[in-house]
């Protein structure tokens, strides 16, 4: 199973990348009219934000005997890292070679570990297969988003703080 979880990341990113890749630097900074929207740079940078708590789970709950975590505070974390200012391909590029790198990562999970208890912010507790999955499913939901796309993924937890 963690090869499958891993293949499916790495789907993602091959089949995203060259989509992101063609928006271009004055697309990317734009922010729709809703309150609380974030432009494609923003997004994209949660998006980093999220590789970056979930690194932290996977290797937690692969080498613990549970994972015990809080959430994070997106809007913070987005605001703080200055998404907006950033160039859209650096962006880009370090989306790509981080999530290509959680690839490897999931790959060297034993398949036992992925049964681990996983307990986040204050949710039930959760399998780390679930964990996995989950951020896949919202990675892929807030790239349909980004991408302006017309059918975008669901996302259970898309109202609620995202992992």
């Excluded at 004055?26 to 979930?54: C, F, M, T």
């Excluded at 015990?68 to 200055?82: L, M, P, S, T």
């Excluded at 398949?111 to 208890?117: C, E, F, G, M, S």
């Amino acid at each position: 199973m963690p090869q499958e979880l891993s293949l499916r990341l790495r789907q993602t990113i091959d089949r995203e990348l060259p989509n992101l890749q063609v928006l271009t630097e004055a697309e990317s900074v734009v922010k729709p009219a809703a309150a609380y929207s974030w432009s494609p740079r923003q997004e994209l940078g949660h998006l980093i934000d999220s590789a970056v708590n979930n690194h932290v789970r996977f290797v937690r709950a692969a080498t613990e005997p549970e994972l015990r975590g809080a959430g994070y505070a997106q809007n913070a974390w987005v605001d703080i890292h200055a998404y907006q200012e950033m160039p859209w391909t650096t962006i880009v590029a370090f989306w790509c070679q981080y999530n290509s790198f959680l690839v490897s990562l999931i790959q060297q999970i034993p398949a036992d570990k992925l049964l681990t208890q996983c307990y986040i912010g204050t949710g039930s507790p959760v399998l780390l297969s679930f964990v996995i999955e989950d951020y896949i499913l919202h990675m892929q939901h807030h790239l349909d988003h980004l991408l302006s796309r017309e059918v975008i993924t669901p996302y259970p937890s898309a109202a609620a703080a995202t992992p």
